[in-house]
């Protein structure tokens, strides 16, 4: 069979791509006690649903995703619109990435 | 007549009180750039009736009660819970006092 004409979507195009919710919000943190206070306050203002949570020293492959946000330090919020709101100071990314 | 005994409640106890929505978050700020990109997001984040808004260079009268909150830098949400989350670093309170 010849291939399909090139106006064809063969269907694979998205490949590669996560499925994610465009309106949730993703919180990074290091597991500290400023994090989790901060992870508490920020799930009872906005809703679980609302955010992901990812503890960056169990999940260091996400580190590089955090960064590239523009997360300087942790814990922070990386907002729907893409804003990275640093909430009080639990550690820098240099401390996260050791 | 007279006064009324003592377990009678003469209707004024709670004068003095403001009324307020104890679910309600506090976000202080002093209108800087940095403030008013945090406010956006928080009140996207949680809602317009979710949040009060002080801009303490505005109310000044308001810095010693954001003080006694724990407020050390705007700007800052305090939470229904009495935790004060300081988002980002726009002005430290020293500054908005001067």
Redesign the interface.
Known sequence: MPPPPEYFCTGNIAKGFKLKNMSQ?VFYHAGCPVCV??EH??V???GAA?VEVVHLGEDKARIAEAEAAGVQSVPALL???G?V?????GAAMADVKA
Do not use: E, K, Q, V
Not at 85 to 89: R, S, W
């Open positions: 919000s206070s901060a306050d920020i009872n203002l906005i609302n907002t729907p619109n804003h709101l640093h909430i009080n100071f």
